[in-house]
């Protein structure tokens, strides 16, 4: 189709942009590498399969935003179409008579079915390109969808405050537009035969614009050379998501949620030498710098954000956004320099970094893999081993559980206070065996508002015959949230003292009161040589009665209950089932709140907040929780009582307190599961 | 500069107090860095900070447990560490002033810090009996130290919300009530390292302090009385108290 000298003009260009490809990839694999070892990747190629299978499909980006996913669907499947279309259209023009796509008219030989059914969806799909790129540039640019801006107080590369990604999105949206309208319209150029049944949009075209000899190069042209600047462009824009995003997916973490990548690599390196924790870029892991490459900035992290809801300076997104025009600046631009500057001053502010509640939401629901809270859980290590001055609250709590072993300045001897008062003895594991060790937990154990649910788990646990005991004076706090404040040496400390503890108990199974000592005990214990079976207490709980140990005498049908989700029971651990199931066998009214489950919303104490000597403004989490739930129970049934049910210490005081601040006191009681079982099982306090 | 922090070791109060005879029974609680003493390391080090030299910390390991805290101080940027084996955990504040000023006279020393009080006595004395023993001034209730030259710049805080600021001569012994920033806190990796590391100068215990305190009885407060909240509006509120006091007989 195209002369000689086009076809010259044409190599050219495709050699001058595959050259400036080859660069851009380049460059990003090379900063990529200049990232930290990350954990070792079991099966790559069987996980790039999954991730690839997962992006066929589109699985991970319908965690949340349905309708606008579907139409990135259409984005997706449309491209993909295009890559094919835009391939034989390049075959076409450089050999002669290769016109497949012609309607099969010039080609008498060619399968007919096949060439159609090519033509039907090049067509649909560049239907379905125009309508899913239009919703998107009107949705950023007319609508202005505020989920697509950031808070003032966040931290922004001053490229991002100018502009920089508005800019961005509308170069490959205009391209799109460009590309797609002038594929159509050189299909339409060359009906001249009329209209084809199998090219709907282009008969509908070549009815308007006719058919021109002449129409056909021009567009042909400006579809494909269009092509041969936008490839380049791509790999040095956020739209490098195209080809990093199933990359990243296919590499995202292997090790369970709730085990954090270590303060210094495991993987030792000739000759190199790490400190704690992330102070510049490629501090992370490469895994982690290649985030930015994958991020396409949808902000789906920022919208899940608990800090981000209070309108704290914390965006998991802008977090990436930054980070990914610090390495365009440093890389393709001409500042290498400032991939010295701190983080904290390119990436995330320092109040953001202790606005993390380290809830995973943001991990979970990012599409592409992504796991900005693990860079701010590196970046808090690296503050706290440089002196950074952190908060007094924090500071206090660390010093407590260094030298007492409990962040609320409590003598170790207190620890088992509460089961010297109980009715029954109640076992000191290291001194005999039990069955069932009970981690009981910091707030469980000395807190004054907590110690009663403490003291009814006791009970039922004694009702239900199982042999359990606690450590007493021996057990430390278990280091969940030290370690997610960043304090690792800390946490180490507590684990060498638990694991010191549990080496002087004999036991079969360990039971927690706390998700967060369930957590860690679970997921990270093991790598420091702790290998034990550890359970939720409504785990345990729901054992007895399903056994028949525990018997519900007292069907509780008088009141309507929703239950709160916490982050690392059920997010961390997927343990969602044992506390519905026993609110089913306890005969409440059930409602769910619209976020449960996997998309659960922070009570705000995770990561350290609840030590936080500074109370920041705006409404929190457990505020706004509170309203949803009493949202989801709506008018009528009140003549029962309206249950909000926990099943996390921290979340006990959390929401007791948030019932209290918003002044709904006697609409909703917060209760820990234990309560409404005891209540059941008519297990006296 | 030579700067030397004298700290003390005290019963911790996180715990239940328990009393054995007429004192603390020793044997079931632990010890802790007096509060103060973590207030005057840390202005120590700012003064060392600002003007170099190097900060001596100096305790009587009363149990034995001494290492700990000062591998603390080491970490929170201490850069000598010297414990004095007194081995009596009854020791009091006279007796400890008496060993620490013993000890400290070799160090040649151009200012001494010591936290104002500790909980355990409240008796405010350490830091003064040290400054008599070396014939030193003494200044106590210090919330922040500047040091130029061969003078330092000190706040003293009075009641009331009163302050005072002093110049003194070195050398000088300074009660530490609050240092001029916050105590910053040491990570815990680096405390266990310098652990593993550092050297602690052991000296013994010399002199006789003079005077000191004889203990007769020991016992946990009673708790005796009650508070009773008034309510109502300001108005009410204080004619309720006018009628209260008045029927006590104090108005």
């Not at chain 1, 808070?151 to 508005?166: E, F, H, I, S, T």
Request: charged letters at 20%; glycine letters at 8%; a neutral charge.
């Amino acid at each position: 189709m195209l002369n000689t000298v086009e076809k010259i003009i044409f190599i050219l260009l495709a050699i001058t942009a595959a050259g400036f490809t080859f660069h851009g990839f380049k460059t990003i694999i090379d900063s990529i590498r200049k990232g930290r070892p990350a954990p070792e990747l079991k099966d790559v190629p069987g996980s790039l399969v999954k991730a690839a299978i997962a992006v066929l499909f589109q699985q991970t980006i319908f965690k949340a935003r349905k309708v606008l996913s579907a139409i990135h669907m259409g984005l997706f499947f449309g491209l993909i179409t295009y890559a094919i279309v835009n391939l034989v259209d390049v075959l076409e023009g450089l050999i002669p008579g290769f016109d497949l796509v012609y309607g099969g008219v010039h080609l008498p030989n060619a399968p007919t079915g096949l060439i159609n059914a090519f033509n039907l969806i090049a067509d649909v799909m560049s239907g379905a390109l125009l309508i899913a790129i239009t919703v998107f540039l009107v949705r950023r640019f007319i609508v202005k969808d505020k989920a697509l801006t950031f808070r003032d107080n966040v931290l922004l590369n001053p490229k991002v405050k100018a502009g920089g990604q508005a800019r961005d999105s509308l170069t490959v949206g205009v391209f799109v537009i460009m590309h797609v309208g002038a594929r159509l319209m050189s299909q339409a150029f060359r009906l001249d035969a009329g209209a084809d049944p199998f090219m709907p949009i282009a008969s509908f075209l070549n009815s308007i614009f006719g058919a021109s000899e002449t129409g056909v190069h021009v567009a042909w042209w400006i579809s494909l050379g269009w092509v041969m600047f936008i490839i380049p462009y791509l790999s040095r824009s956020k739209h490098t998501h195209f080809f990093m995003s199933p990359v990243n997916l296919g590499l995202a973490k292997q090790n369970p949620r709730g085990q954090l990548d270590p303060a210094i690599p495991l993987k030792v390196i000739e000759g190199q030498k790490f400190d704690p924790g992330a102070k510049v870029v490629y501090d992370l892991a490469w895994t982690r710098v290649m985030d930015a490459y994958a991020c396409v900035q949808c902000n789906r992290c920022q919208d899940v954000c608990p800090a981000n809801f209070q309108g704290r300076p914390l965006s998991p997104s802008a977090l990436e956004v930054n980070k990914r025009y610090l390495l365009k600046e440093a890389t393709f631009g001409s500042h290498p320099e400032k991939l010295l500057l701190p983080l904290t001053e390119t990436v995330i502010s320092p109040e953001a970094v202790w606005s993390c509640t380290t809830c995973y939401a943001c991990v979970r629901v990012c599409p592409v893999g992504n796991e900005p809270m693990a860079d701010i859980v590196d970046i808090r290590r690296r503050m706290l081993i440089d002196g950074y001055e952190i908060d007094s609250g924090v500071q206090n709590a660390l010093q407590s559980l260094a030298t007492n072993g409990n962040w609320m300045s409590k003598g170790k001897r207190l620890r088992g206070k509460w089961a010297k008062e109980m009715e029954f003895p109640v076992k000191n594991a290291t001194e005999e065996p039990v069955e069932h060790l009970w981690f009981v937990g910091d707030t469980a154990s000395f807190d004054e508002r907590v110690i009663p649910n403490t003291k009814m788990v006791a009970r039922l646990f004694n009702q239900g015959g199982l042999d359990f005991g606690i450590m007493y004076q021996n057990e430390s706090n278990s280091g969940n949230d030290v370690r997610r404040v960043g304090e690792e040496g800390l946490f180490e400390q507590l684990v060498e003292q638990n694991m010191e503890a549990f080496g002087k108990a004999q036991f079969k199974q360990i039971v927690t009161t706390d998700p967060h000592s369930f957590n860690t005990l679970k997921n990270e214990y093991p790598q420091f040589g702790g290998k034990f079976e550890v359970k939720h207490y409504t785990v345990t709980l729901l054992k007895l009665i399903e056994e028949g140990k525990l018997t519900v005498k007292n069907k509780l049908s008088n009141y309507k209950v929703t239950f709160h989700d916490p982050c690392y029971l059920g997010r961390y651990n997927g343990g969602f089932t044992a506390p519905r199931k026993l609110l089913e066998l306890l005969g409440v009214e059930f409602v769910e709140m619209p976020r449960n489950c996997e998309n659960s919303f922070c009570c705000g104490a995770g990561g350290g907040q609840i030590w936080m000597g500074k109370v920041a403004p705006g409404e929190r989490p457990a505020e706004n929780r509170i309203k949803e739930a009493l949202t989801a129970f709506g008018e009528g049934a009140k003549d029962k009582a309206q249950l909000f049910i926990v099943t996390c210490p921290k979340d006990m005081i959390m929401y007791s307190d948030a019932v209290k601040t918003t002044g709904n006191e006697g609409k909703i009681e917060v209760r820990d599961i234990i309560q409404l079982v005891a209540e059941a099982v008519m297990v006296v306090a | 500069m030579n700067i030397v922090v004298a700290i003390k070791h005290i019963p911790s109060i996180a715990d239940d107090l328990p009393v054995k005879g007429v004192n603390v029974d020793f044997d079931s609680v632990d010890f802790v860095l007096n509060e103060f003493d973590e207030q005057s390391i840390e202005q120590a080090v700012l003064v060392k900070e600002a003007v170099g030299g190097t900060v001596t910390v100096v305790g009587v390991d009363l149990i034995g447990e001494l290492d700990a805290v000062l591998h603390l101080a080491l970490a929170k940027g201490a850069d000598k560490a010297v414990k004095i084996t007194g081995d009596d955990p009854a020791a009091d504040s006279h007796q400890q002033a008496k060993w620490l000023s013993e000890a400290i006279k070799g160090m040649s020393a151009d200012i001494v810090f010591a936290g104002v009080q500790a909980s355990n006595d409240l008796d405010g004395q350490i830091g003064a009996m040290i400054a008599a023993y070396l014939d030193m001034p003494y200044i106590g209730g210090v919330s922040s130290v500047e040091v130029s030259g061969n003078t330092a710049t000190v706040n003293k805080e009075f009641a009331g919300g009163v302050g005072a600021k002093y110049e003194a001569a070195l050398p000088m012994v300074v009660g530490v009530q609050a240092a001029s920033k916050p105590p910053r806190y040491a990570p815990i990796s680096k405390v266990r390292q310098i652990a593993q590391s550092a050297t602690i100068e052991k000296v013994a215990p010399t002199g006789e302090a003079s005077a000191g305190i004889t203990f007769k009885k020991m016992a946990p407060p009673v708790a005796a009385g009650h508070a009773e909240m008034i309510e109502g509006s300001s108005k009410e509120v204080a004619a309720k108290i006018v009628e209260l006091l008045k029927s006590k007989g104090l108005a």
